[in-house]
């Protein structure tokens, strides 16, 4: 996760990060839980494999009614004091589609009431006003509602007519309850030439927060590997979207703007910066050292529907074992399985150019599931990266 408006627009300074002296995830707030030192995991739960849309690039392949072998509540209760004494700071609801599981908001609740954030990520359209209310009520931190694109496209890619109508629907009744509201947008050739009127809705609706997600190969998104953005097309977004977060902090709007699931953006946020602004670089190297680059297996894990533990969410394909028979904590920490261990330290494994990479300390090898989706070598260089061989310093 590189936060464009910390980084390139200045949001988020150093010394912001360093006055927290240990810089523990429990201690930080929200906006600089990725500089942690600790890299206690944020979890994703999907909670239910159930789903009402149907979309082309669900990487969890959601159905339309729930997994026969879903965690019950009082197993997912379980699970939630085994991440509160493990200290994770953050438990992101998602699913499928987390609203259809009936007794989420309990979920939630206990959440909250034992000191970890709690988000959701949603497609918005079962957001009602009384769902936004109590949601509110209960103190969930954040809503991530996922758009394809405007109203044509977007219902395109959910496959239901009125979901985009239905989604807007939902980021207005969090307004209107006073609940924080962001938007979440997965980038392809199908889509991206729509990233300027994402941006419009930012600021027509005064949305505080948008994250761009580079696609990653898993789930039904393994049919859309040719629909993936060039390197120039990445170059081109990541510009544009540098251009559009500057245009609105240069208007006094403080949105937050990242872009997920591609590190190399953060060696070129601070190589474009090392022409605009020297002195702002500086500061941004500090800072993507401090990120420290791709946290799957490490600062960010998943908890399948099932119980299965994955390295993140993008990982179905490998568990490392289920909660139903061993904790989320003793899995986690289990150094004896080879993969975690490794993942835990990835860089010393990463084959390639990758290997030879200036920036490996602070994009930590990228993403290791979409090098294995398309070399079948989890260690291979991730083919996402776009950096030029002069940039990464490699002859």
């Known amino acids: 996760m590189i936060g464009v408006s910390k980084l390139y627009c200045g949001a988020v300074e150093p010394g912001d990060v360093l006055r927290y002296h240990d810089r523990r995830a429990q201690d930080l707030p929200s906006h600089l839980l990725q500089f942690s030192a600790d890299k206690k995991p944020v979890v994703v739960w999907n909670v239910t494999k159930q789903c009402n849309l149907k979309c082309v690039h669900c990487y969890a392949k959601a159905t339309a009614g729930p997994a026969p072998n879903e965690l019950t509540q009082a197993e997912g209760l379980a699970l939630l004091q085994d991440l509160k004494d493990f200290g994770v700071p953050v438990v992101l609801f998602s699913g499928g589609e987390p609203l259809m599981r009936p007794d989420l908001l309990n979920l939630v609740e206990w959440t909250v009431n034992h000191g970890m954030r709690a988000v959701i990520s949603t497609n918005g359209t079962l957001i009602t006003s009384e769902t936004a209310r109590r949601l509110k009520d209960l103190g969930l931190s954040y809503v991530g509602i996922s758009l394809d694109g405007t109203e044509p496209t977007h219902d395109k890619f959910r496959g239901q007519s009125g979901a985009f ?3 807007m629907a939902g980021v207005r009744n969090c307004q209107a309850a006073g609940l924080k509201v962001g938007l979440r947008f997965t980038v392809s050739r199908l889509n991206f030439q ?10 027509e609706y005064d949305i505080p927060r948008i994250c761009f997600y580079h696609l990653v190969y898993a789930g039904r998104g393994t049919k859309l590997v ?3 953005l060039s390197h120039q097309q990445t170059r081109e977004l990541v510009d544009l979207i540098c251009a559009r977060t500057r245009k609105l902090f240069d208007q006094g709007r403080a949105v937050e703007v990242l872009t997920v699931d591609n590190h190399a953006d953060g060696p070129y946020l601070y190589l474009k910066l090392l022409q605009e ?11 993507l050292q401090m990120n420290e680059g791709n946290s799957s297996g ?3 894990g998943c908890v399948s529907w099932d119980g299965e533990v994955h390295a993140d969410q993008f990982w179905r394909h490998h568990s490392f074992g289920n909660v139903r028979q061993r904790s989320f904590s003793q899995i986690w920490s289990d150094m004896t399985d080879e993969l975690m261990a490794r993942l835990k330290d990835k860089k010393h494994y990463v084959t390639g150019r990758c290997a030879d990479c200036r920036w490996l300390d602070v994009c930590a090898g990228n993403f290791r599931v979409r090098a294995e989706a398309l070399t079948g070598d989890l260690w291979a260089p991730d083919p996402a990266c776009y950096l030029t061989d002069k940039e990464i310093g490699v002859k």
Request: charged share 35%; aromatic share 4%.
């Open 277 to 287: 602004d020297p002195e702002r670089a500086a500061e941004v190297l500090s800072l």
């Open 226 to 228: 040719e629909e993936a």
């Open 298 to 300: 490490r600062g960010i």
């Open 194 to 203: 729509e990233v300027p009127a994402i941006f419009d809705l930012v600021e």
């Open 165 to 167: 109508a239905a989604a």
